[in-house]
């Protein structure tokens, strides 16, 4: 199957400081990926579709300032959260569908990034 | 905003024996996809139901899809310790692109 590489895996920052994470497709072109965030022995919940070339759509609650989100190219997005709290850490994942956008079609995650603010 | 429920929140088992899960969703779908995460890790991608299937089978996984009453299910026959995680259901809707999730089954298989 496809692949989507997320980076970092993990990442530990300081309360105040912005960290970025970047999703990669690799082998196919992505017009649309979304940002997830998963709280320990929750599920996942989407905050927001990042599309190519285009602002990002935020789901309800979620806050577009704290949490940036770029898709400059057709393989990559990015989602930088600002001022980091401790409040923040979570574990965020990234998915995408090639480039066709047929919705009958798989999404591909990432590995996922786990982020600690102390 | 999660899409629908699943029950049981948390299941234990003994190896061998058979697991299911099951899932229930909101609104029309195109496709009903369940995923694996063991603790602390990514996902990992099962089985995809469209929305004019009804049955689907992998290895020692079968998925069924109900649409008139809006619910999915996933067996795991004759289950082994590694099958423990958390199981996810996630659903596509008609017209849609984005996947959303349901609360998760965490599914623990004793040896």
């Known amino acids: 199957g496809a692949v989507v590489s997320q980076h970092p895996s993990w990442v530990i920052c300081k309360s105040g400081t912005s960290v970025k994470i970047e999703c990669r497709s690799l082998d196919f072109q992505a017009t649309t990926m979304f940002w997830y965030r998963q709280f320990p022995k929750q599920s996942l919940m989407l905050m927001a579709t990042s599309n190519e070339g285009s602002k990002a759509t935020y789901e309800q609650g979620v806050e577009k300032d704290k949490f940036l989100i770029n898709h400059a190219s057709l393989t990559l997005s990015t989602l930088t959260v600002t001022s980091a709290h401790p409040e923040d850490s979570s574990f965020y994942i990234c998915?995408?569908?090639?480039?066709?956008?047929?919705?009958?079609?798989?999404?591909?995650f990432g590995q996922g990034t786990r982020l600690t603010v102390v | 905003s999660q899409q629908g429920e699943e029950d049981p929140q948390a299941l234990s088992i003994q190896e061998g024996e058979n697991a299911t899960m099951n899932c229930s969703y909101k609104t029309s779908i195109n496709n009903l996809q369940w995923y694996r995460q063991n603790s602390g890790r990514g996902l990992v991608h099962l089985i995809l139901?469209?929305?004019?299937?009804r049955e689907k089978h992998s290895g020692r996984l079968r998925v069924t899809l109900d649409t008139s009453k809006k619910s999915s299910s996933l067996l795991i026959t004759a289950s082994r310790a590694a099958d423990t995680a958390s199981y996810f259901c996630?659903?596509?809707?008609?017209?849609?692109?984005?996947?959303?999730f349901g609360a998760g089954t965490r599914l623990f298989v004793k040896a």
């Open positions: 139901i469209r929305s004019n299937e």
């Open positions: 996630a659903t596509v809707n008609t017209g849609g692109f984005k996947t959303i």
């Open positions: 998915s995408a569908r090639d480039g066709t956008g047929r919705p009958n079609t798989e999404a591909f």
